[in-house]
């Protein structure tokens, strides 16, 4: 086990140095110039030579990799190149835990509404219901985030006025205030991610409904409910979790997307806005700070698999 | 719409006669439970039912005639509000769709998918439409000089002369639709041919040479995988001129991971069979054995996946037109269609969101649920993720 554990870590090292270097090199391969976005418009040559040299662009590849990875490693992203120049891991503490929150919540609210959802349709499989839950979940995975974020706005806070929209409150502001302005984000992100793991549970109950144990529990006289969550629940989870391996890079994604609609302070609006800019260190600092996120949840989640399955806990992870 | 509902039995994965042979390794266990305990499940369905001569379904047509009407009269007659003649729309395409399914299954056979049928129909019209465009008659799509008579943000009305509306600056918004299509459609498929085209060879390359190849591609497929696509598309929309070619090239990163591990797993499958053996012992090239015994085994689940991919990548095209950072105005693509309705937009003239925005959610519901078939049909083992 803890073999396989440092294989692992050493996988993604390996797997985060690529990362970094392709990011950097992003930048460098393409017709884009730094040193022009600083200027702007209307500069002279030399200014333009002596930024380039203040910048130390015109190092080798690898001594400016070398440099920017190892302030990288020290926690220092660099600043950013648009006025006010503001410091690119500090913009990213301020901006990640409102990201964080709202797809935490869209997560938790779908796993919430998805389970007993799964249930329902497994227990009742191929009853009325039943095809009416599959049907509107394969339904509701074609509508792309972005497009479902515009109608819930489009309903909830211009028709019925209910929620706000463009407004955040950090959560240091009041609980209750934060979780009323995240809703509609986290709702516009649970919509798919529901619908995803209605799905996938839902397929794994009905086997794991006809194996020998349910049997065995329901001939003891164990109500429904109680067999559907303490015993059919754990055997059924593991397309689950893989899935939430899967789904996070799109869970990373709609949240990106409904930032940008509800002009929440988060990850997203600051990426898109930096790449709109052509703010290259701050691109740089976000993407290398999500791809770190994204590869160690991953890797958590690969974990997880031996906790949930004592098979794979004895056997190499 | 069997193929929207997922089917019961454990069994349905496994092992079905006729491409049986290509997946001997993976055939399950036939869930005995799952085959005698419901047994009576697909009759619902048609195949269970048995032969049943072809006849007309009097219920069906009881149910599809006034369910045309209704769905007819509900947007265009109906003296109600918003909201009620929505409703009854909907009321109306329910209890059609119903009624054409029952009529469709008497006449063609138990077994008929009308929803498939209906989502093909839409798929070869969208692309017929985006081929033709440039021949068909439709409105000004995109110089904004020559719509100044025309008039600005018109309502769909369909016997008009622009059937679904204009926008701000009196662009027809069908012509725009369907330029739209053609952006779209060309930049996802031409990212998945990217991506199967590259990704195959790698994948083979790989899957047949082992050793350092491998691990090099399985480090930059991991590298690959380690940024969330959206993200990885903006990054490279950070740098990249937004133009045709670099969008299909960003987007077909997004197919190439899982192409690159689809044709590494099955060309080491495959690469254990007799038949491989026996090119070898006759004396046939590496590259032989890769392009003429490998490559066409190898091929079918990555076409069927391609399929499902067309979907994700048409959806990530359009958001990221919507986000800005995709094909640019006044090119019209579906996703910057749907951003010109962002804020006060949206609520005076609803159609501006609306006519992109189901024209976007029936492409990628088509494309689904046809890949969910194709799936079902050539990779099975995969039929349930």
Redesign the interface.
């Known amino acids: 086990m803890a073999r396989g554990v440092l294989k692992r870590l050493a996988?993604i090292a390996?797997?985060?140095f690529?990362?970094s270097v392709?990011?950097f090199a992003?930048?460098d391969?393409?017709?884009?110039d730094p040193a022009i976005t600083v200027l702007g418009e209307g500069h002279t040559p030399a200014e333009y030579a002596a930024l380039r040299e203040e910048m130390g662009l015109n190092d080798p590849f690898l001594v400016r990799y070398g440099s920017w990875l190892g302030s990288a490693l020290q926690g220092d992203l660099g600043a950013s190149l648009i006025p006010p120049n503001s410091d690119v891991a500090e913009r990213i503490a301020a901006a990640l835990p409102v990201s964080a929150e709202v797809a935490v919540l869209g997560l938790v609210m779908a796993l919430v509404v998805s389970v007993p959802l799964a249930m329902w349709s497994a227990y009742h499989?191929?009853g009325r219901v039943?095809?009416i839950i599959?049907?509107g979940t394969?339904?509701v995975?074609?509508?792309?985030?972005?497009?479902a974020g515009?109608?819930i706005i489009?309903v909830f806070s211009?028709q019925l006025g209910w929620f706000p929209r463009a407004e955040w409150v950090r959560l240091g502001e009041g609980l209750g205030g934060n979780l009323y302005h995240a809703f509609l984000p986290a709702l516009t992100i649970a919509l798919a991610e529901t619908a995803m793991f209605t799905?996938?549970l839902?397929?794994d109950l009905?086997?794991t409904l006809?194996e020998d144990f349910i049997l065995a529990a329901k001939a003891k006289g164990m109500p429904a409910a109680r067999v559907l969550f303490s015993d059919a629940l754990r055997p059924s989870s593991f397309?689950l979790i893989?899935?939430l391996g899967i789904s996070?890079?799109?869970l990373?994604?709609s949240t990106?997307?409904v930032e940008?609609l509800f002009a929440l302070p988060g990850m997203g609006t600051l990426?898109?806005g930096?790449?709109?800019k052509?703010d290259?260190p701050m691109?740089q600092g976000?993407?290398l700070v999500?791809?770190l996120i994204?590869?160690l949840a991953n890797a958590l989640i690969d974990l997880s698999y031996g906790y949930l399955d004592p098979r794979i806990r004895r056997a190499h992870v | 719409?069997s193929d929207?509902?997922?089917s019961?039995g454990?069994a349905e994965g496994g092992s079905r006669p006729g491409d049986g042979a290509d997946h001997l390794d993976h055939v399950r266990p036939r869930?005995v439970?799952?085959t005698a305990?419901?047994g009576s499940?697909g009759g619902?369905w048609g195949t269970a039912r048995g032969p049943r001569p072809r006849h007309l379904s009097w219920s069906g047509l009881g149910l599809a005639v006034p369910g045309i009407a209704l769905t007819a009269v509900s947007p265009t007659v109906l003296p109600a509000p918003g909201w009620v003649c929505f409703l009854a729309f909907a009321a109306g395409l329910a209890v059609a769709y119903a009624g054409v399914a029952r009529l469709c299954r008497g006449a063609f056979g138990g077994s008929f998918d009308l929803m498939f049928w209906l989502c093909l129909v839409w798929l070869v019209v969208l692309v017929l439409a985006a081929l033709l465009a440039p021949v068909l008659p439709l409105g000004e799509y995109r110089d904004i000089a020559k719509t100044i008579e025309a008039p600005a943000m018109a309502p769909p009305a369909l016997f008009s002369e622009h059937p679904l509306g204009t926008n701000n600056f009196g662009l027809d918004l069908l012509a725009r639709i369907v330029y739209g299509a053609r952006a779209s459609l060309l930049v996802s498929i031409g990212a998945v041919a990217i991506g199967m085209v590259v990704g195959g060879a790698i994948g083979i390359l790989a899957g047949f040479f082992r050793r350092l190849t491998d691990t090099v591609v399985g480090?930059?497929t991991?590298?690959l995988?380690?940024?969330?696509?959206?993200?990885?598309l903006?990054?490279?929309?950070?740098?990249?001129?937004p133009n045709l070619r670099n969008i299909a090239i960003a987007l077909s990163l997004l197919a190439l991971p899982s192409m690159i591990r689809m044709a590494r797993a099955g060309t080491l499958t495959f690469a254990q069979r007799e038949f491989v053996l026996a090119a070898k012992a006759m004396g046939a090239s590496r590259w032989r054995v890769m392009v003429r015994e490998l490559l066409p085994n190898v091929l079918l689940p990555l076409a069927s996946y391609g399929m499902v991919i067309v979907?994700v990548l048409i959806?990530a095209e359009?958001?990221l037109s919507?986000?800005?950072?995709g094909i640019q105005p006044p090119d019209p693509s579906w996703?910057n269609m749907?951003a010109e309705?962002?804020g006060n937009a949206?609520?005076d003239h609803?159609h501006i969101?609306l006519v992109p925005?189901v024209t976007?959610?029936l492409t990628?519901?088509a494309f689904?649920?046809i890949g969910e078939k194709a799936r079902k049909r050539w990779d099975p083992r995969q039929a349930?993720?």
């Open positions: 996988e390996v797997v985060l690529v990362v392709g990011t992003l930048v391969l393409t017709p884009g499989a191929d039943d095809r599959s049907a394969f339904g995975l074609s509508v792309p985030s972005f497009l515009l109608l489009m211009n799905r996938i839902r397929g009905i086997t006809q397309s893989t899935l996070l890079g799109r990373i994604g990106v997307i940008y990426i898109i930096s790449a709109d052509g290259f691109v976000a993407v999500i791809a994204y590869v | 719409m929207i509902v997922e019961t454990p869930g439970a799952g305990g419901r499940t619902r480090v930059f991991n590298s995988l380690a940024v969330p696509p959206l993200i990885l903006i990054a490279l929309g950070t740098v990249l001129e979907s959806v359009a958001s919507f986000l800005g950072l996703g749907i309705g962002e949206f609520q609803p969101v925005g976007l959610f990628v519901f689904n649920l349930k993720l």
